[in-house]
């Protein structure tokens, strides 16, 4: 089945600093990359999607100015977080698609922001 | 709009029971639904999906669903509950191939021995 590598794992960084956290799919090209958030015992909200070359599409609510989302290539896609506040600690999950039924999803970051 | 709903936070089985883990769902057009796994502070582990053909999907680890179109559901069961089966369950639904997935809010699944 097609991989999908997300890093780091997990993160702590201080209140103020900017963090990127990288998606590859591994054995496939994604055409589309989502990113969602997931708080605890909660579900996954989709905060973006993402296709390779062109601007992400951001869900109502979310702040395209601090979750800046990158898809250079077809296997790469990154979201940092940019002056994160602890507000911001939660858990992020990316997910690639290559245009079919399927869904590959990330290990998933934990992010503190302290 | 497309959205999912999992009416039971959590649900509560003893181990060698039979499971079930319920999903509804509201789409336009033909519904393309998934069941996924989470265990903690970890992502998520696919089980099954239904896409087209028959109802009953069999998916990993044991477990299945079943997609009711009249009822707009999408069911999660397995026969015999595990006490590795206790985990957060997440359904999700999409319109069409390449779109994001909506989930539900997710089900707790605890297995008592």
């Known amino acids: 089945g097609a991989v999908v590598s997300q890093h780091p794992s997990r993160v702590i960084c201080k209140s103020g600093t900017s963090v990127k956290i990288e998606c590859r799919s591994l054995?496939?090209?994604?055409?589309?990359m989502f990113w969602y958030r997931q708080f605890p015992k909660q579900s996954l909200m989709l905060m973006a999607t993402s296709n390779e070359g062109s601007k992400a599409t951001y869900e109502q609510g979310v702040e395209k100015d601090k979750f800046l989302i990158n898809h250079a290539s077809l296997t790469l896609s990154t979201l940092t977080v940019t002056s994160a506040h602890p507000e911001d600690s939660s858990f992020y999950i990316c997910s690639a698609s290559r245009g079919t039924t399927e869904a590959f999803f990330g290990q998933g970051t934990r992010l503190t922001v302290v | 709009a497309q959205s999912v709903a999992q009416p039971e936070d959590q649900v509560n089985v003893a181990e060698g029971n039979p499971l079930t883990v319920k999903c509804t769902y509201s789409v336009s057009g033909n519904p393309y639904l998934f069941w996924y796994v989470q265990y903690p502070n970890r992502g998520l582990q696919f089980l099954l999906k239904?896409?087209?053909?028959?109802?009953l999907v069999k998916g990993s680890y044991g477990f299945e669903a079943e997609f009711n179109k009249s009822q707009t559901s999408f069911h999660l069961k397995k026969p015999s509950a595990l006490v590795s089966d206790s985990a957060l369950y997440f359904c999700a639904v999409r319109d069409q191939a390449g779109t994001a997935l909506i989930f539900g809010k997710g089900t707790t699944l605890s297995v008592s021995s």
């Open positions: 054995d496939f090209q994604a055409t589309t």
């Open positions: 239904y896409i087209t053909g028959d109802n």
